[in-house]
Structures are given as structure tokens and as C-alpha cells.
């Protein structure tokens, strides 16, 4: 399984962003699928995630209301979209890919086995 990231870009505080994921072999629309960011300094960290049938969403607290993940089975691509975008958003985003069929999506990097080559946002105040 291969996941290409892309979207990411340099924003001003406030703007948006599209990010996508695209799968490409092995399984995709059996699988949970979820975003990950790493900022400057920190450890990766969760952002969001998505069962497999698209049905249930899961955020961390600080982008609730402000990002939403979403999926097309038919295409094999994730989507992450970024509105009121925060200098503190700034990181390397990477999508991944969970292990187990029909997994529900959640915020254990453990339960993903494939992960994509990462995005750069930068959002600058």
C-alpha cells in the first residue's frame, strides 16, 4: 500500500487548506483512515480519523469545528479540510492507513500500518 499526501502549502493565519491523501494498492475502503501531524519540536500527535464507511469522525479538541476529514471510497482518497487555520496548525501532516478491516478510526498511531510521505503546512500570524 502506497499513501501520497498533498495539499499543503503556506497560509496566512485565518486562510485554508485542502489536504489529500490517495491510496494506491491493498485495501482502502475496508479500512479506518486518520490524519497525524508532527509540529516543530513535538512528537507526532492525532488529528483526525474516519471509520471505514465515512459514518463516524473523530478530532482532536483543538481543530474541532475548524478541520473535517472525509473520505471517497470510490477514488481511494482521504481528505482533510483546514479552515480558520492557527500559526500553532503548523506542522508535517501525514495520513495513515489502519491494519484492521472495518476498523472504526481512532487516535492510536499503533493501529495504523501504512502512512503516507507527510504535507507541510505553514501558517503564518
Known amino acids: 500500500v502506497q499513501l501520497q499526501a498533498s495539499g499543503g502549502g503556506s497560509v496566512q493565519a485565518g486562510g485554508s487548506l485542502r489536504l489529500s491523501c490517495a491510496a494506491s494498492g491493498g485495501s482502502f475502503s475496508s479500512r479506518g483512515m486518520g490524519w497525524f501531524r508532527q509540529r516543530p519540536g513535538k512528537e507526532r500527535e492525532f488529528v483526525a480519523a474516519?471509520?471505514?464507511?465515512?459514518?463516524?469522525?473523530y478530532y482532536v479538541d483543538s481543530v474541532k469545528g475548524r478541520f473535517t476529514i472525509s473520505r471517497d471510497n470510490a477514488k481511494k482518497t482521504v481528505f482533510l479540510q483546514m479552515i480558520s487555520l492557527k500559526p500553532e496548525d503548523t506542522a508535517v501532516y501525514y495520513c495513515g492507513r489502519q491494519s484492521s478491516r472495518f476498523s472504526g478510526g481512532n487516535d492510536d498511531a499503533q493501529s495504523y500500518d501504512y502512512w503516507g510521505q507527510g504535507t507541510l503546512v505553514t501558517v503564518s500570524s
Open positions: 474516519i471509520n471505514w464507511s465515512g459514518s463516524s469522525t
